[in-house]
């Protein structure tokens, strides 16, 4: 069993529509989350990125943690095509120190906005 | 906001040649760089950790004399494949936080694709 594990999708939404991403994690020990969005040969992009329960929300952006159920998630509202990527969700052990890098990627999920 | 800059953006190589990969650090100050590795339709993987002025921390499985990765100064780290081979194709991306204190988040660069010949 992967540590994280992600839907790969391909998911495919018209414009407008609320888009939800998911991942959930075997690790209990996972105390920092974070949502990327990586266009094509592309770096990663850091959308969002939490460390308690509950939501955070950016914009048109909203980012859920459920520590007791190992769960997280990322909701896009109003979805454009420019939101077309693949999202990665990443998590690690501690919010600080060198340990903070080693973070763990679930496999991304490709998204698709058609007009 | 926080800038990695990784270059170059893409290299062809042919096999049994060395390439090095910079990773910088724009506007910010990194004491820990991170390399990672992505394969086609796959997530990234941590290879190593480049710490400032000491060696380097490698995963599980990352032989550490094929990849030499150097930090010789808070905001450039480089990562060198040694010998080359088909294999070691790739899109390796580096990614840094700031050394200031606090929670900083982690910023990737654009990576580099590797194809070798």
């Known amino acids: 069993q992967k540590e994280v594990e992600q839907d790969p999708g391909p998911l495919s939404v018209p414009e407008g529509a609320i888009v939800s991403l998911n991942c959930t994690y075997s690790n209990s020990a996972f105390q920092y989350f974070m949502w990327y969005r990586q266009y094509s040969r592309k770096g990663p992009e850091l959308l969002m990125y939490?460390?308690?329960?509950g939501n955070k929300e950016d914009g048109r952006f909203t980012a859920q943690v459920d520590k007791s159920s190992k769960y997280i998630s990322l909701f896009i509202r109003d979805s454009q095509p420019s939101d077309s990527a693949t999202y990665l969700c990443?998590?690690?052990?501690?919010?600080?120190?060198?340990?903070?890098?080693?973070?763990?990627f679930g496999q991304g999920t490709i998204l698709t906005v058609h007009p | 906001g926080a800038v990695v800059s990784q270059h170059p953006s893409r290299v062809i190589c042919k096999s049994g040649t060395s390439v090095k990969i910079e990773c910088r650090s724009l506007d910010f100050q990194a004491t820990t760089m991170f390399w990672y590795r992505q394969f086609p339709k796959q997530s990234l993987m941590l290879m190593a950790t480049s710490n400032e002025g000491s060696k380097a921390t490698y995963e599980q499985g990352v032989e550490k004399d094929k990849f030499l990765i150097n930090h010789a100064s808070l905001t450039l780290s480089t990562l060198t494949v040694t010998s080359a081979h088909p294999e070691d194709s790739s899109f390796y991306i580096c990614?840094?936080?700031?050394?200031?204190?606090?929670?900083?988040?982690?910023?990737f660069g654009n990576g580099t694709r590797l194809t070798v010949t």
């Open positions: 990614s840094a936080r700031s050394a200031a204190p606090g929670n900083s988040p982690l910023h």
């Open positions: 939490t460390y308690s329960s």
């Open positions: 990443a998590m690690s052990l501690n919010a600080g120190g060198t340990s903070y890098g080693k973070l763990t």
